[in-house]
């Protein structure tokens, strides 16, 4: 019993101490397959690395080539399109932009190119209220062709040539400009200098005819504040000379522009060459402020050794000095609707001018201060935008007092009309003019009533 016994405990601690071995033979033998498996997977991600780098690889190629196939069939088709231009008739070429017949359209200009063409036919009818009043009826008032070019980063030149103006042919502005590469040209007030054939740069009229919002005043020859004479041409005729302008910001909201001119004095190239037979230049400066939405600006005028407007005589005496100082503004700071009917998205346009000045006598032979002359007058207009970028209203109140010295000599014009766009090249303007004034202004100027209408059409 005793061995059975033993033999029995022999055997379970046989039991036990062989339990543990074959544990740890089994934990070796998972350690090796779980490595095994991760060899594995490790190995198949690499393959799948290699094949997917391998896959890109040939997209990437495809797409390349796909470009390029894609670049040859734009630069074909731009050829095509260059060889259909070609063939195009020269009218259709004209009227590629949607918005009527534009000559550099129809030259084939492109629009990176540095030379801009194009033109403006005006047509009127005048319906006079008095037969006393000139120029009634129709009239085929002028053909206008325009050229500016940039020769240079700094140098740009404009030319408005008259085909027909009061039948006859002739150069109205011809100037070049010389400016600095950032901002405004010289011509807009930017930093630079202007030489040529060009307007005073005297208040609002200057350069472009801005102030002629409905397209000119169809009585040209009212002597009001417009078309005052100086000399034997009018305060806003073009003159052959200089002017130098400096831009500058003194903050955020302000802007400063200084303008100094140095002109002959002898009227348009187009009468006088540009001669100058006394040598006695006309001064003119201004200066103008953007505050904000609003512009505010003061202008002089000085033009010494003056004819006077009188038969006989003689060119080169010395018998005025006119002096004229003006101030302008607008309100807010629009296009003028002459070039911007839409107003800038705003609803309404507010701006005009006050000119006052002398006419001074210089003969010895007669009493100077009974023949100076004090002269001041003004305009103010309204502009309403009745339908956004198409149709305009507009009321203006014109003043001019040749002489305050000769009672009741004051003349006024009041002119109601409307301004609307067709085509986007083309306006027209519907307007009455009413003149009136004192018992002592020319009958020239208070029988001027009328209705007139006025087509332009720009190209």
Same mark, same amino acid.
């Given at each position: 019993?005793?061995?059975?016994?033993?033999?029995? &405990?022999?055997?379970?601690?046989?039991? &036990?101490?062989?339990?543990?071995?074959?544990?740890?033979?089994?934990?070796?033998?998972?350690?090796?397959?779980?490595?095994?498996?991760?060899?594995?997977?490790?190995?198949?991600?690499?393959?799948?690395?290699?094949?997917?780098?391998? /896959?890109?690889?040939?997209?990437?190629? /495809?797409?390349?080539?796909?470009?390029?196939?894609?670049?040859?069939?734009? @630069?074909?088709?731009?050829?095509?399109?260059?060889? @259909?231009?070609?063939?195009?008739?020269?009218?259709?070429?004209?009227?590629?932009?949607?918005?009527?017949?534009?000559?550099?359209?129809?030259?084939?200009? @492109?629009?990176?190119?540095?030379?801009?063409?194009?033109?403006?036919?005006?047509?009127?009818?005048?319906?006079?209220?008095? *037969?006393?009043?000139?120029?009634?009826?129709?009239?085929?008032?002028?053909?206008?062709?325009?050229?500016?070019?940039?020769?240079?980063?700094?140098?740009?030149?404009?030319?408005?040539?008259?085909?027909?103006?009061?039948?006859?042919?002739?150069?109205?502005? !011809?100037?070049?400009?010389?400016?600095?590469?950032?901002?405004?040209?010289?011509?807009?007030?930017?930093?630079?200098?202007?030489?040529?054939?060009?307007?005073?740069?005297?208040?609002?009229?200057?350069?472009?005819?801005?102030?002629?919002?409905?397209?000119?005043?169809?009585?040209?020859?009212?002597?009001?504040?417009?078309?005052?004479?100086?000399?034997?041409?009018?305060?806003?005729?073009?003159?052959?000379?200089?002017?130098?302008?400096?831009?500058?910001?003194?903050?955020?909201?302000?802007?400063?522009?200084?303008?100094?001119?140095?002109?002959?004095?002898?009227?348009?190239?187009?009468?006088?060459?540009?001669?100058?037979? /006394?040598?006695?230049?006309?001064? /003119?400066?201004?200066?103008?402020?953007?505050?904000?939405?609003?512009?505010?600006?003061?202008?002089?005028?000085? !033009?010494?050794? *003056?004819?006077?407007?009188? !038969?006989? %005589?003689?060119?080169?005496?010395?018998?005025?000095?006119?002096?004229?100082?003006?101030?302008?503004?607008?309100?807010?700071?629009?296009?003028?609707?002459?070039?911007?009917?839409?107003?800038?998205?705003?609803?309404?346009?507010?701006?005009?001018?006050?000119?006052?000045?002398?006419? #001074?006598? !210089?003969?010895?032979? #007669?009493?100077?201060?009974?023949?100076?002359?004090?002269?001041?007058?003004?305009?103010?207009?309204?502009? %309403?935008?009745?339908?956004?970028?198409?149709?305009?209203?507009?009321?203006?109140?014109?003043?001019?007092?040749?002489?305050?010295?000769?009672?009741?000599?004051?003349?006024?014009?009041?002119?109601?009309? $409307?301004?609307?766009? &067709?085509?986007?090249?083309?306006? $027209?303007?519907?307007?009455? @003019?009413?003149?009136?004034?004192?018992?002592?202004?020319?009958?020239?100027?208070?029988?001027?009533?009328?209705?007139?209408?006025?087509?332009?059409?720009?190209?």
């Amino acid at each position: 019993m005793f061995k059975s016994v033993c033999v029995m &405990v022999i055997m379970i601690m046989c039991l &036990v101490l062989a339990v543990p071995s074959v544990f740890a033979g089994s934990d070796q033998d998972t350690q090796a397959q779980i490595e095994a498996l991760q060899a594995q997977i490790k190995q198949m991600q690499d393959q799948y690395q290699s094949q997917l780098s391998s /896959v890109q690889a040939q997209l990437d190629t /495809v797409k390349e080539q796909l470009l390029a196939q894609q670049g040859q069939a734009n @630069e074909k088709d731009l050829k095509i399109t260059k060889l @259909e231009e070609k063939v195009r008739p020269w009218f259709d070429k004209g009227l590629t932009s949607g918005e009527g017949f534009k000559l550099r359209d129809a030259m084939g200009l @492109e629009d990176e190119s540095k030379l801009n063409i194009g033109g403006e036919i005006t047509w009127r009818y005048r319906q006079n209220e008095h *037969t006393v009043a000139s120029s009634p009826g129709f009239q085929f008032y002028e053909i206008e062709l325009f050229i500016d070019a940039a020769l240079h980063d700094n140098v740009s030149t404009y030319v408005e040539y008259d085909l027909i103006h009061e039948n006859h042919a002739e150069v109205e502005d !011809a100037w070049i400009d010389f400016h600095t590469k950032e901002g405004l040209l010289a011509f807009a007030g930017g930093t630079g200098l202007k030489v040529g054939n060009f307007h005073y740069p005297f208040g609002w009229d200057n350069d472009d005819e801005e102030g002629y919002v409905y397209g000119g005043r169809t009585s040209v020859n009212t002597a009001l504040i417009r078309s005052q004479m100086i000399d034997n041409w009018r305060l806003r005729e073009r003159q052959v000379g200089l002017a130098g302008s400096y831009n500058f910001d003194p903050s955020r909201d302000l802007n400063l522009s200084t303008t100094l001119g140095l002109f002959n004095g002898t009227g348009d190239a187009n009468s006088y060459s540009g001669t100058d037979r /006394v040598q006695a230049k006309d001064y /003119v400066a201004r200066l103008e402020a953007k505050y904000k939405d609003a512009v505010f600006g003061t202008s002089y005028l000085f !033009a010494p050794y *003056t004819r006077h407007v009188t !038969a006989g %005589a003689n060119d080169t005496a010395h018998l005025r000095d006119i002096r004229r100082y003006g101030v302008h503004f607008k309100y807010p700071d629009v296009t003028f609707p002459s070039q911007d009917v839409s107003l800038g998205g705003k609803p309404w346009l507010l701006w005009g001018e006050f000119i006052w000045g002398d006419n #001074i006598d !210089a003969r010895t032979d #007669i009493a100077a201060a009974r023949l100076t002359q004090h002269m001041h007058g003004g305009y103010i207009e309204l502009d %309403a935008a009745l339908k956004p970028d198409k149709l305009l209203g507009f009321l203006r109140y014109d003043y001019y007092e040749p002489n305050t010295k000769v009672s009741r000599d004051y003349s006024f014009g009041i002119t109601p009309g $409307i301004r609307f766009n &067709v085509f986007n090249s083309t306006s $027209i303007v519907l307007e009455y @003019e009413h003149y009136d004034g004192g018992k002592n202004a020319p009958k020239s100027i208070t029988d001027e009533d009328r209705l007139a209408m006025q087509v332009t059409t720009q190209f």
